[in-house]
């Protein structure tokens, strides 16, 4: 029974006087709100599967920190997102695939740059320059194969910490201490 039927019945037995028993009245077993899964695969959107997120965010938590409130990764067709908020930095972080480098933060307050929070921000950067690569290579085919090997040319495993994080000196500009 669809709505207007509903409604048609209601008003039917409201003008005739009748009351309208429990029986009467058909259960609606159709649902019209979309799940999310549903919502998920309309736009061609998958997410990875829990143990595999965990996963990563442990990963994450080993290289950057240890205070972060992940959000779900999210796989597309043509790219990969995943985001978070740096809970004692207070700033929310975004990884996309879809650009040269799409490693993003915001906040809302101001950020007071101690050298912590400037490490933070490396090891985001550098984490995002590793979890690029491996998504890539996820994403496109490529197998985890072609990363070993990088990584066993480079002398082991690609950590943050073996990129070269400078913060914008140039080579042959004077050290002033503040990375310009």
């Given at each position: 029974?669809n ?7 209601i ?9 309208i028993?429990?029986?009467?009245m ?8 979309k ?13 990875i ?7 990563e ?13 992940f ?33 993003y933060?915001?906040?809302t307050?101001?950020?007071q740059?101690r ?8 090891k985001l950067?550098g ?11 996820r ?29 914008g000196?140039e080579?042959g ?8």
């Open positions: 029974m709505e207007r039927e509903f409604l048609k019945k008003r039917n037995l409201q003008e005739s006087g009748k009351k028993g429990l029986t009467e058909p259960i609606i077993t159709e649902k019209k709100e799940s999310v899964i549903q919502l998920l695969m309309e736009n061609n959107i998958q997410t599967e829990p143990d595999e997120q965990r996963e965010e442990n990963k994450f938590k080993d290289i950057v920190s240890k205070l972060v409130k959000n779900p990764i999210k796989v597309h067709t043509e790219n990969v997102e995943w985001s978070g908020h740096l809970i004692r930095e207070n700033i929310d972080w975004y990884f996309s695939l879809d650009d040269t480098i799409g490693c933060i915001d906040t307050e101001l950020i740059l050298d912590e929070t400037l490490e933070v921000l490396k950067r984490y995002y320059d590793v979890w690029s690569d491996e998504w890539s290579n994403l496109t085919g490529g197998s985890s194969e072609e990363t070993s090997d990088m990584d066993m040319d480079m002398g082991g495993e690609t950590t943050p910490e073996d990129m070269d994080m400078d913060m000196a080579e500009d004077e050290d002033t201490g503040f990375g310009f």
